[in-house]
């Protein structure tokens, strides 16, 4: 039932040709275990790979090489944090892309500083979803 579902919703985001602001998987990319709870914080460069995910990270930190920490609660897609006083933001990002990984980034408001890590398909999906520049604050 799961797997239709998530099938249907993909097939009508294609039929309508709305893609941006959604990541689209099919039900083979997206259905990954999480992976076991506890683990040690993550730091965000280890996002940087060509392997495929095995499971989908759960209840762990992304460490930013500032030595932010941004929590991946269990079965969370997505999540956001904001540091800094209006104007002068630092929003650190994350998203789960299912089998590609997840990816991270994070950008400064205008879009002065941003990086992004994961591995190359996740961050082109993120992209297409969300457009290039997706780590910046709005």
Same mark, same amino acid.
């Given at each position: 039932?799961?797997?239709?579902?998530?099938?249907?919703?993909?097939?009508?985001?294609?039929?309508?040709?709305?893609?941006?602001?959604?990541?689209?998987?099919?039900?083979?990319?997206?259905?990954?275990?999480?992976?076991?709870?506890?683990?040690?914080?993550?730091?965000?460069?280890?996002?940087?790979?060509?392997?495929?995910?095995?499971?989908?990270?759960?209840?762990?930190?992304?460490?930013?090489?500032?030595?932010?920490?941004?929590?991946?609660?269990?079965?969370?897609?997505?999540?956001?944090?904001?540091?800094?006083?209006?104007?002068?933001?630092?929003?650190?990002?994350?998203?789960?892309?299912?089998?590609?990984?997840?990816?991270?980034?994070?950008? %400064?408001?205008?879009?002065?500083?941003?990086?992004?890590?994961?591995?190359?398909?996740?961050?082109?999906?993120?992209?297409?979803?969300?457009? %290039?520049?997706?780590?910046?604050?709005?």
């Amino acid at each position: 039932m799961k797997r239709s579902l998530l099938a249907v919703v993909v097939l009508a985001f294609v039929l309508t040709g709305c893609s941006h602001g959604a990541i689209i998987l099919t039900p083979e990319e997206g259905d990954i275990p999480k992976c076991a709870l506890g683990q040690d914080p993550i730091p965000v460069e280890k996002l940087d790979t060509n392997k495929k995910a095995t499971c989908m990270l759960a209840d762990v930190d992304l460490v930013f090489p500032d030595g932010t920490h941004l929590n991946v609660n269990e079965g969370a897609a997505s999540g956001s944090r904001i540091d800094g006083p209006q104007g002068n933001e630092t929003i650190y990002t994350f998203y789960s892309v299912g089998e590609y990984g997840f990816v991270a980034g994070v950008g %400064k408001t205008g879009c002065r500083e941003t990086h992004e890590w994961g591995s190359a398909e996740a961050r082109v999906k993120v992209r297409e979803a969300f457009g %290039k520049d997706w780590p910046c604050p709005q």
